[in-house]
Nanobody, 123 residues
């Protein structure tokens, strides 16, 4: 499984970005695809996940109502639309994939990780 994250960059507070995670190497039936982030000096934290087949989504409280995760079933791409960004969202964002995960917020459950993309929110 290969995961390629892209779409990061520098954005002003209140702005938007859309991250993409291109997945390849297998079919992803029963997989969970997720986004995590890690800010400097902080531990990695869960952001959002989507069950590939059912489309069920989960969000961290800190991003609910601002971020939206989705997937393109045909292209094997997972998106994270991020709106109303603030400096607290500054981090390296990683996409991850794991098979048949129950507790989607736990990073150690995911076997596959992308390389990360930097998101910086600053004026």
């Amino acid at each position: 499984v290969q995961l390629q994250a892209s779409g990061g960059g520098l954005v002003q507070p209140g702005g938007s970005l859309r991250l993409s995670c291109a997945a390849s190497g297998r079919t992803f039936t029963h997989y969970v695809m997720a986004w995590f982030r890690q800010a400097p000096g902080k531990e990695r934290e869960f952001v959002s996940s989507i069950r590939w087949t059912a489309g069920t989504t989960t969000y961290a409280d800190s991003v609910k109502g601002r971020f939206t995760i989705s997937r393109d079933y045909a292209k094997n791409i997972v998106y994270l639309q991020m709106n109303s960004l603030d400096p607290g969202d500054t981090a390296v964002y990683y996409c991850a994939a794991g098979y048949s995960i129950v507790v989607v917020t736990t990073g150690s459950r995911y076997a596959h990780w992308g390389q990360g993309t930097q998101v910086t929110v600053s004026s």
